[in-house]
């Protein structure tokens, strides 16, 4: 089993670009979660989904965030347009119907 | 979702037992208290989960008390490579799950 996959694994990128990170959950697993981790807020939940589905996105920090799940095996975040406060390792997770989450490795975004 | 508090660090040898202990005094009935192991530029692990009394794995040892206000991890015979960021959970199965600060556990020889 690969994992959780994401891509890319680094993005540097200029205010006001647009960002697109990727995540492929794990084979069968019907819950994704992405995250992120920052030094001064640690690790937050951003928004999941179960069956495809947004369930809660109440951590998504402003409207420049957006989240889409158009099949079981494939998610993505944007940020559009990109600030450095954006700057952060954000993770993506599935999890199927028991207890634990498998993260990624994570992308490291940072924005100039 | 229950709020939980734990050490911000914790010290120790190879070879001793580690013990961290979390205190999540609003748990609601149906939460079950998850701990994570997170290793620098890695996503978290998952290490253990329990409800009440005690659950052991090939890792570690989780203590729920009675009133499940508070729970303990438990490493055995800690190496270096236990050296991580440990955070404790309290939340529902169904995946929503809220990150403290979590323990930095720094194992020396």
């Known amino acids: 089993d690969a994992g959780v996959i994401q891509s890319p694994r680094h993005e540097v990128t200029e205010m006001g670009q647009e960002v697109t990170l990727r995540c492929k959950p794990i084979?069968?697993?019907?819950?994704l979660f992405w995250y992120r981790q920052t030094m001064m807020r640690g690790l937050e939940l951003l928004i999941y989904?179960?069956?495809?589905?947004?369930?809660?996105d109440s951590g998504m920090p402003e409207d420049r965030f957006s989240a889409k799940m158009p099949n079981a095996s494939f998610s993505t975040l944007k940020i559009q347009p990109s600030e450095p406060r954006d700057s952060a390792v954000y993770f993506c997770?599935?999890?199927?119907?028991?207890?634990?989450?498998?993260f990624g490795p994570g992308t490291r975004l940072t924005v100039l | 979702l229950a709020k939980t508090t734990q050490p911000i660090s914790m010290d120790s040898y190879e070879g001793q037992e580690v013990n961290i202990t979390c205190s999540h005094n609003?748990?609601?009935?149906?939460?079950?208290i998850t701990w994570y192991q997170q290793f620098p530029s890695q996503g978290p692990r998952f290490i253990i989960q329990g409800y009440k009394t005690k659950v052991t794995n090939e890792v570690a040892s989780l203590f729920i008390p009675a009133d499940r206000k508070s729970s303990t991890l438990s490493l055995p015979r800690v190496s270096l490579s236990d050296t991580a960021v440990y955070y404790c959970l309290v939340g529902d199965s169904w995946g929503k799950l809220q990150f403290g600060a979590g323990t930095q556990v720094v194992v020396t020889p």
């Open positions: 609003n748990i609601a009935t149906n939460d079950y």
């Open positions: 989904f179960n069956n495809n589905v947004p369930i809660d």
């Open positions: 084979s069968g697993h019907n819950s």
């Open positions: 997770a599935s999890q199927t119907g028991g207890t634990e989450q498998f």
